[in-house]
């Protein structure tokens, strides 16, 4: 059960007015970050407030005029979306170590230092972050904020983003390893042939030698992988 004692308030300010919600913090940021879209869960309190200090409603007609809705959940998921969830200091500077690992990960499977043809390591990874001064939103998904800082990156260190075709064989004895190359890698084309599932796989360069890896600890050697140019 939600408790009030427990919720925290998300707030948007939007045409000279103030609209205010109480919520589940951590479901509040599931449905910030994407990955959930239940506002019903993250509401705590299915009333959309003016002033949740004075325990001031909003209007219908006022909402009805903002959001062109009266309903409570499209109007509190915006309001968690596009506006500011109440946090302490030290719980915003957890979330945005969390994202800032998430972004440092990301870019090591995605990018390669030119220079030698190699990933970044993630200590490296972090130097470079730290040395642009990146400003990292702890609500915003990793992808979007990813793109931006690479683009920042490459302005002061040589970085490569590319990707990567790779032509496999699976002999039938490891068909297993079929289903956990699709779990984790994009597969373009797939067919079984004689000898076995033939694919092409499209690999972030950075992760080229962990698919190279994998491949060979899951068909125990028998696979063969060679890299291709996509036509």
Same mark, same amino acid.
């Given at each position: 059960?939600?408790?009030?004692?427990?919720?925290?308030? $998300?707030? *948007?300010?939007?045409?000279?007015?103030?609209?205010?919600?109480?919520?589940?913090?951590?479901?509040?940021?599931?449905?910030?970050?994407?990955?959930?879209?239940?506002?019903?869960?993250?509401?705590?309190?299915?009333?959309?407030?003016?002033?949740?200090?004075?325990?001031?409603?909003?209007?219908?007609? *006022?909402?009805?005029?903002?959001?062109?809705?009266?309903?409570?959940?499209?109007?509190?998921?915006? +309001?968690?979306?596009?506006?500011?969830?109440?946090?302490?200091?030290?719980?915003?500077?957890?979330?945005?170590?969390?994202?800032?690992?998430? +972004?440092?990960?990301?870019?090591?499977?995605? $990018?390669?230092?030119?220079?030698?043809?190699?990933?970044?390591?993630?200590?490296?990874?972090?130097?470079?972050?730290?040395?642009?001064?990146?400003?990292?939103?702890?609500?915003?998904?990793?992808?979007?904020?990813?793109?931006?800082?690479?683009?920042?990156?490459?302005?002061?260190?040589? +970085?490569?983003?590319?990707?990567?075709?790779?032509?496999?064989?699976?002999?039938?004895?490891?068909?297993?390893?079929?289903?956990?190359?699709?779990?984790?890698?994009?597969?373009?084309?797939?067919?079984?042939?004689?000898?076995?599932?033939?694919? +092409?796989?499209?690999?972030?360069?950075?992760?080229?030698?962990?698919?190279?890896?994998?491949?060979?600890?899951?068909?125990?050697?028998?696979?063969?992988?060679?890299?291709?140019?996509?036509?």
């Amino acid at each position: 059960m939600k408790r009030l004692e427990d919720a925290v308030i $998300a707030r *948007l300010r939007i045409k000279g007015n103030i609209f205010e919600i109480y919520v589940d913090l951590e479901k509040a940021l599931e449905i910030r970050e994407g990955k959930s879209e239940n506002v019903r869960e993250a509401l705590v309190v299915e009333e959309i407030y003016k002033d949740t200090r004075k325990g001031e409603r909003a209007a219908s007609e *006022l909402l009805k005029e903002i959001f062109g809705t009266e309903d409570i959940y499209e109007i509190a998921k915006r +309001i968690i979306k596009e506006g500011d969830i109440q946090i302490t200091t030290e719980f915003r500077r957890k979330l945005i170590e969390q994202k800032k690992k998430q +972004i440092i990960e990301t870019i090591r499977k995605l $990018a390669i230092d030119p220079r030698i043809n190699l990933p970044f390591t993630p200590q490296r990874i972090e130097e470079m972050l730290n040395q642009i001064k990146v400003h990292i939103d702890p609500f915003k998904p990793t992808e979007t904020q990813v793109n931006e800082i690479i683009k920042q990156l490459k302005k002061k260190f040589p +970085i490569r983003v590319e990707i990567v075709y790779i032509k496999v064989l699976i002999p039938y004895e490891h068909t297993r390893a079929v289903s956990l190359i699709k779990r984790k890698y994009k597969v373009l084309n797939e067919e079984w042939g004689d000898k076995g599932w033939l694919a +092409i796989i499209e690999v972030p360069a950075g992760m080229k030698a962990e698919f190279f890896s994998d491949l060979g600890k899951w068909t125990d050697g028998q696979g063969i992988g060679e890299e291709i140019k996509k036509k």
